[in-house]
């Protein structure tokens, strides 16, 4: 067996899954969604993980067996945002975790949580205050460290799946 090949999944449904390993080109994925009506009496839209979407993007990535070679596999989930006074944004994070999970329990993948806190302390710089600072200098680290994931980068706006996968890789967790 090889070196583990190590998953960040920045929860949520404006999320990305970022995919490292000794021996395979890095990946950074658009978490899947799918747009619906909510269940609410008023016309309002939910956000929701596109879980037989997600599914497959973990089969065609990382499941198929590749010259006979069974793939370990580590999956690092960003703990989702909790906040009793923001109910909607914690509603949304706390249905893509269960979408998220489901499909990794089905994959059979370990699942460890990271606090954001953890893997930036590491991987950014430190004095950055706020999202936004945040979220700047996470597509900036992901641009250097990974110029061909430029365009995913810019497109995501920032690194933050790919980041926590390459964190993990780095303190072999």
Do not use: C
């Given at each position: ?15 990305s899954i ?15 969604v799918k ?61 893509a975790l ?76």
């Open positions: 067996m090889t070196e583990p090949i190590y998953v960040g999944i920045d929860n949520g449904v404006s999320g970022g995919i490292v390993g000794i021996g395979r080109e890095p990946l950074m994925l658009h978490i899947p747009k619906e009506l909510s269940y609410t009496k008023a016309k309002r839209f939910l956000t929701r993980v596109d879980w037989k979407m997600l599914r497959d993007l973990f089969w065609q990535n990382l499941i198929k067996i590749k010259d006979g070679e069974v793939r370990d596999v580590r999956a690092f989930l960003e703990r989702p945002m909790v906040n009793p006074t923001r109910f909607q944004a914690t509603s949304s994070a706390l249905r269960e979408a998220t999970l489901i499909v990794l329990e089905a994959q059979q993948f370990p699942v460890q949580y990271v606090d954001s806190r953890e893997w930036q302390r590491i991987m950014l710089p430190s004095g950055l205050k706020g999202a936004g600072e945040l979220k700047k200098a996470s597509a900036d680290v992901g641009r250097r460290m990974f110029p061909n994931l430029r365009a995913v980068i810019d497109k995501q706006g920032d690194a933050d799946g790919l980041l926590m996968a390459e964190w993990a890789r780095r303190e072999r967790r």
